[in-house]
């Protein structure tokens, strides 16, 4: 049992499941529910319940012990990955000077806007306070959510579940929201905006692919949203919690 209980048992377990995740991706042709990021958390959480009754422990031990020294190294990264969406801003930044306050504007507002509406409908589900709290930050990259959440008495692992599927479910329907509601004919800076604040990191990947505009103010979305997120939240809680 010790044996397992060493970082390299974690980070094994993530490069196998996302690795797995980018197979059945491509096997299905980029069936959403496929999405590395996705398959490679539900599988990751079989392995650890597998693990759980191989050793006669509870998935939470097991996750504990043979998980987390590994994944907190891995974890470290998303910070670095975070800053570094900074890179194809600077390469658009011209863009960004032009609508800057157009944006901070809208990711402020509708930040709040967002808060609002996920307090209402956690309140009409019936959801605890530590519920609804864990279900506040999603605005924000998954990195930044997590402490977040902790910090308003959340639960950063229900946080980081619900930024994920955000994420997958944006990338999912991106293009289809984009057709549906005619969007196309509207600016590529809030297309760009409205993938990278709900899709994050995946959205902004989408975004990529849609055009260097768009990539460029995903990058900023998920950034700017953050900073947002980190101010918006506390407060909102503090004020409606």
Partial sequence: ??????????????ILVYLIGVWLFKKSRGFFLFTPLL?????????????GKYMNVSTITAYKSFYKPGGDIIFWFLNPATV???????????V????????LLTLFIGGFISLFGIHMISKLFGLSRVSIASMLPQGAT?????????????????????????????????EFLIKIFKLNRASKVGIGLGLGTSGHTIGSA????????QGAMASVAVVVIALVMDILVPIYARLFM
């Fill in 1 to 14: 049992m010790n044996g397992l209980a060493t970082p390299f048992t974690g980070i094994l377990i993530s």
């Fill in 84 to 94: 570094a969406f900074a890179i194809p801003l600077y390469r658009r930044n011209d």
């Fill in 206 to 213: 989408k975004a990529v692919q849609l055009g260097s505009v």
């Fill in 39 to 51: 398959a490679g958390m539900v599988l990751g959480i079989i392995i650890l319940i597998l693990i």
């Fill in 142 to 174: 998954t990195a930044v959510a997590m402490p977040i959440a902790k910090s308003i008495g959340g639960d950063p692992a229900v946080t980081a579940m619900v930024c994920i599927l955000n994420a997958v479910i944006i990338y999912a329907l991106a």
């Fill in 96 to 103: 960004f000077k032009k609508y800057w306050v157009d944006v």
